[in-house]
Each structure stands twice: as structure tokens, then as C-alpha cells.
């Protein structure tokens, strides 16, 4: 749920639907709550002093369970759930009720992820928005060079991760996992290496030509953060100074006390090999990880 106030930077909904970061973890918008009751007959009231002459309401409410209740202290035929003229709004928070009426193309109606106006109707996974909003909060941006670009995204089934790079222009992407991977409509740019990651590490460690080749580093695979780290380190020959470097910290624990400690001790060791370290929990993140990012060191021999 996302409440937009009159001060609110992000104006309206017509921009929260845009915002790939946002969308996708929203069902419902509440926007014009400018009215404050105390009591759900006290925003019921209000509704009533606040109602246009002869505007119909289509009443929207949350928790939706206040619904019925603020209908029934209505007048009559004051409401209805398709013919309507207005849109009311009454948004139970803390021992108070927000509240507001507007036109119905002032508000967005409808669970976003069930609507054809929400960005998740795309054909892609909502993986590619994990790592799209990862990199904003980053603030990586590609340099105009970026089709001569190599990335290896480690754990990279369905194929999301791959699919966000080969869209920013990466020029070849090494997408590894043993799961199935999407690499159609990619040109040949993405190549799914049907192995582990520490597979397809070795393989182009074995390789001369393959020495600081890697632009980017992602790792989204589903492992402890200290072997996610292992594999990092493993890969620090063919990882370029300055690549940009995602990975996910995934927590496996029974504990919280063992999750926090192998979660602090291994973005101490990640900032020993990646400048500007950041640790953040993204929107799209689970609660049960975070999502680190950095650029490669020049690693001393």
C-alpha cells in the first residue's frame, strides 16, 4: 500500500505505475487523503459534509474490513460499486482514519498486479526489476562502451538478471545456472552455461584470454553469504578494476544471531575488494536477504 500526499514528489499514480521499483511490490494506491477522523463513524461523517451534491461514491477502504461499516453509516444510495461519479478513499492508520474524495482519473482504482496498466503485465520476470532497481540505488550507470561489455550473472535462472543487462546493452552475457534460463529475442548476446558457478569460473580461468574479462559481476544464487563471497574471490583474476559487482546475500540460518554474523563478516570481506560498498535491502529484496554492490579493486598480486 502507498499513501501520496499533497506534497508528495511523486505527484500522482500515473508515476508510481512508471517506477519499475515501485510498482511491482504495490497493490493499492490511496491518493487526496486530506481529511483526518478519529472514528469510523467520525470518517463517515465526513464523507457526508465533504460529498458533492449529488455525487455518487464508490468506497474504497483499508483495511477493507471497514468497508460495510462506513457504507452502512451512509445515506442511502450515497454509494455504489460501479455507477459512480467520485471515489472515496478512507485509510485506517494508527487510531486514525485518512480520508478524501476525488474524481475517479485523480486516483488509481484496482489492485495494481491484476491490471493491464501495472508494468508486471510484461513478459519479463520480476527478477530484471530486482537488479534494475539495485543499480539505481548503486548508482551504476553504463558508459557508451557498453556493447563491448562482458557480464557473468551467477544463479541467473529464469533469466531476469541476464535479461535487464542484455537491455542495457551489455554486449555478451554469460547467463550460469543449472535451471532453465530465457535467452530468446537476445541476439546471441546472452549464452546459458548449464553448469555451477563455480563451473563456469574455472572454465574461463583456464582460459588466457579470459584474464580481466568481466565488466560486470551479478550473483543472485541462492547460497550462504560466506560461499557467495568464496565464488567472488574465486572469479577476482577475471573480474576487470572498476567492474560493477551485485550480489545477494541469501540467509539459509535457523538463527537470526548466525544470519547477522555471516551477513556482517561478509560485507567486511566484500569491502575489502570493492570500492564504495553498500548494503542495502531493496524493495524487491525478501526479508530474508539484502543485496550488496560495489566496483572492483585493483587487486594487488
Known amino acids: 500500500m502507498l499513501l501520496i500526499g499533497g506534497d508528495s514528489k511523486l505527484r500522482d499514480w500515473q508515476t508510481v505505475l512508471n517506477d519499475v521499483n515501485l510498482c511491482h511490490v ?42 460495510k461499516t462506513i457504507a452502512d453509516y451512509l445515506p442511502e444510495g450515497m454509494c455504489h ?24 482519473e485523480e486516483c488509481y482504482i484496482g489492485n495494481i498486479v491484476e491490471t493491464s496498466n501495472g508494468r508486471l503485465t510484461d513478459s519479463v520476470c520480476k527478477a ?8 539505481r540505488r548503486f548508482g551504476f550507470e553504463f558508459g557508451e562502451k557498453r556493447d563491448e561489455m562482458t557480464a557473468i ?25 543449472k535451471g532453465e534460463v530465457d535467452c ?15 563451473e563456469a569460473i574455472q572454465k574461463l580461468l583456464e582460459h588466457e584470454g579470459h584474464r580481466e574479462s568481466l565488466d560486470v559481476y551479478v550473483c543472485d544464487a541462492n ?9 567472488l574471490r574465486q572469479a577476482s583474476e577475471l573480474i576487470k578494476p572498476g567492474a560493477y559487482v551485485v550480489v545477494t546475500f541469501k540467509n539459509p540460518y535457523k538463527r537470526k544471531a548466525d544470519w547477522y554474523k555471516a ?20 524493495l524487491a529484496n525478501t526479508p530474508n536477504e539484502t543485496t550488496v554492490g560495489g566496483r572492483w579493486k585493483k587487486q594487488l598480486d
Open 263 to 282: 551477513k556482517e563478516l561478509s560485507f567486511d570481506d566484500f569491502s575489502t575488494i570493492c570500492d564504495h560498498p553498500t548494503e542495502v535491502h531493496l
Open 128 to 135: 530484471e526489476y530486482k537488479l534494475a532497481e539495485a543499480f
Open 26 to 67: 504495490l497493490k493499492r494506491i490511496y491518493t487526496n487523503l486530506t481529511e483526518v477522523a478519529t472514528s469510523v463513524e467520525g470518517a463517515a461523517d465526513l464523507l457526508r459534509e465533504k460529498c458533492p451534491a449529488g455525487a455518487v461514491l464508490r468506497l474504497q477502504t483499508f483495511p477493507s474490513r471497514y468497508q
Open 81 to 104: 460499486p460501479r455507477d459512480y461519479t467520485h471515489v472515496a478513499q478512507v485509510v485506517y492508520i494508527d487510531g486514525l482514519y485518512l480520508l478524501g474524495i476525488c474524481q475517479p
Open 153 to 177: 550473472d551467477v544463479g541467473a535462472s529464469p533469466g531476469g538478471w541476464s535479461r535487464y543487462l542484455y537491455n542495457e546493452g551489455v554486449g555478451r552475457i554469460i547467463a550460469v545456472d
Open 223 to 231: 547460497l550462504p553469504p560466506p560461499e557467495s563471497l568464496a565464488m
Open 184 to 198: 530468446s529475442k537476445s541476439d546471441g548476446k546472452i549464452e546459458h552455461w548449464d553448469m555451477l558457478g563455480q
